[in-house]
């Protein structure tokens, strides 16, 4: 018993030193249609993600995810996002252009293998936020497509700046 009480501090510690203190939020959201089928980003649905700016003096990163299949029938994708502040009202609302294959080879880019792909893209970099509280950001699909297949999760990573 007292060995387990020594050690508990100890992996308590190395826990929290393997979480990267520059991040203030990440989540992912999966997709299906609203019939229920899977990997389908139908056009009304708009993940919307919150978290919590505690520090208006930092600036921070922005990041939104995007997890597609290989049968993803585009190389890019258009994502509009709409960032609300603490007080209800919208920050800024942008449409993003995020290239999720090489156009001229058509080879995925991203992380992954097989038929996965994972990407990252900056979306919002050096934001400053004015007021302490919790933030919304929303992301609609803008592909012109009411069924966009092959795009399996979206989410969004925010970042304090170093």
């Excluded at 510690?13 to 609203?34: I, M, Q, R, Y």
């Excluded at 389908?40 to 990163?61: G, H, L």
């Excluded at 258009?78 to 960032?83: F, Q």
């Excluded at 009411?146 to 925010?158: F, K, N, S």
Aim: aromatic fraction near 12%; charge should be neutral; hydrophobic fraction near 35%.
């Amino acid at each position: 018993m007292r060995f387990l009480l020594r050690l508990t501090p100890i992996l308590l510690a190395g826990l929290l030193g393997a979480c990267n203190p520059n991040e203030v939020f990440e989540k992912n959201t999966d997709l299906k249609s609203p019939a229920g089928e899977p990997y389908v980003w139908a056009v009304q649905d708009k993940p919307t993600f919150e978290f919590d700016i505690p520090d208006t003096t930092q600036r921070y990163n922005v990041y939104f995810n995007i997890r597609n299949a290989a049968d993803y029938e585009f190389y890019n994708l258009y994502v509009r996002h709409t960032l609300t502040g603490p007080d209800g009202r919208p920050i800024s609302r942008q449409l993003h252009q995020m290239l999720l294959m090489d156009p001229q080879t058509g080879e995925p880019r991203g992380d992954g293998s097989g038929d996965i792909f994972d990407h990252r893209f900056l979306a919002l970099p050096n934001q400053k936020f004015s007021q302490t509280g919790p933030y919304k950001i929303m992301l609609e699909q803008y592909m012109r497509q009411d069924q966009l297949r092959g795009i399996m999760a979206v989410g969004v990573r925010v970042m304090k700046r170093p």
